[in-house]
């Protein structure tokens, strides 16, 4: 679904953001990119979506080549949500807010009414408050049901928890898993490891613009290596049961972890 | 050191109080973490402190706020800055010079120090921040972890009792999250300074605060040390805050009898009462 080849991007002035980079994420996929503040993640999100274009090497979309494609005709296979949602937000009511990309994608009128009400409906919004009315977090759902609204076949989210409390945090998180439920592909740029845990079955980790691991998330989090050079740490819980060593290596969540206790003592 | 009594604070035009019958105690040398939903009033209870409330932001104002003994409401914003330094939720729009240095410099000559005194507080604080390297850097080459950084250096060269900070990792990640708040730690501990924390990482918060403060709809609902607030982790997710992780195993380990209900609030603690558990 999303495949880089060998791609190189420099910012003009700079060094390299993005350095032979290559991997390919499979139709359905739910993939967390994880790095330190600079490590290309953003740059290689919006090389997905066409918003940057590789210097050398190919980024291909469903099938289609970036550099070939206009971004606006990728935009109708990605959807894209800023770290920002002020970034995207433009208009004066959530119910144009959400009406504005079919608009553009050029959906006939009844088409956009039947999607937005339904969108208005799974979100619980008021289609008729001001977008800038709403809390930050609120802003962010609205951002994101927009795109959910759109139906993409690719969601790429640029740290969608950033500035939320946890209800927030959760209630966009629920929202990205129900797509992804629907066959959506998604991937997520994302600081917080918990949520990583909760909702990615895969991670990549960039270190200076390089791929340093890839492979299911539980098994990058054990990977001492991976996580250092990535200036990460593992969740509370997989931090915990490394140190408590063999008969605790599948042991990354609260019950998960007090199921192996009880098993190791009945052993004893 | 900050005094809040029966505090209630609407904002012009609005219907809601944004601020509810606060009333807290925070004493000198305290780390205290502010914590709960969006609109639960934290950042308008830091507004308090500093004194933008009730001079910038207008409305129907109850109660007192008093710092180191005074007033806020009687004092000036100018007078307030001295001994309360505010690092602001958006440090890009608070930090408004071209330079690392120039940044520092601006306050301290906005106040009219004399030159002297300037430069020895301009080393020092660079020192102290530990981004004297940073010196003559363009803050528009710097990374959010060293923004945050200036922007402290900034407010502290004007040597304040008490920092203020809205979420002040926001944007960092867990690396450069962490950074910060061993810098405060360490201001707060070898300095006395008091810190007041707005934050959403509880993990952070739990490590390096001493005290919690939990806010829900204008109210403060908890407020005691650390470990004491996150006892009541049931109520606090409720609120829509949630715990660390190594507080649900607690809660687990006890659910299933295995422990008498020891709190752990760090993966040290988590893993001796672990072993404790296993050992039988």
Known sequence: M??????????EGSGAAVEDLSFEINRGEFAALLGENGAGKSTVAKLIDGLVKPASGTVTVAGLDTRKTKTSELAKRVGFLFQNPDRQICKNTVREELAFGLELRGLDRAAIDERVERTLRDFGFDGERGPFTLS??????????SIIAAEPEIMILDEPTTGLDYRECMRVMEAVKGLNENGATVLMICHDME??????????????????ADGAARRIFRSACAMEKASLSPPQITQLSLRLGAGFEEADTVGELAEAIVKRRRAV | MISVKDLT????????????GVSMEIRQGGFVGVIGPSGAGKTTLLSCMNGIIPHHFKGDYYGSVKICGKDTFDCSLTELSLVAGTVFQ?????????????????????????????????EEVLEEVGIAGLRRRSISTLSGGQKQKVAIAAVLALRPQILLLDEPTGELDPASSRLVFSLLKRLNRERGITVVAVEQKIMLLSEFASELAVMSEGRLEFFGPVREVLRHSEELEKIGVNCPRVVALSRELEKRGLTAGTLCVSVDEAEAEVRRVLEG
């Open chain 1, 2 to 11: 999303i495949r880089l080849e060998r791609v190189c991007y420099r910012y």
């Open chain 1, 136 to 145: 930050r977090g609120e802003r962010q759902r609205l951002a994101l049901a």
């Open chain 1, 195 to 212: 949520v990583v845990l909760d909702f990615a079955r895969r991670a990549l980790v960039l270190s200076k613009g390089r791929l340093i």
């Open chain 2, 9 to 20: 604070f609407v904002y012009e035009g609005a219907r809601k109080a944004a601020l509810s």
């Open chain 2, 90 to 122: 958006d440090v890009d729009g608070m930090l408004i010079n071209a330079t690392v240095e120039d940044e520092v410099l601006y306050g301290l000559e906005n106040f009219g120090l004399p030159k002297a005194e300037i430069a020895a507080r301009l």
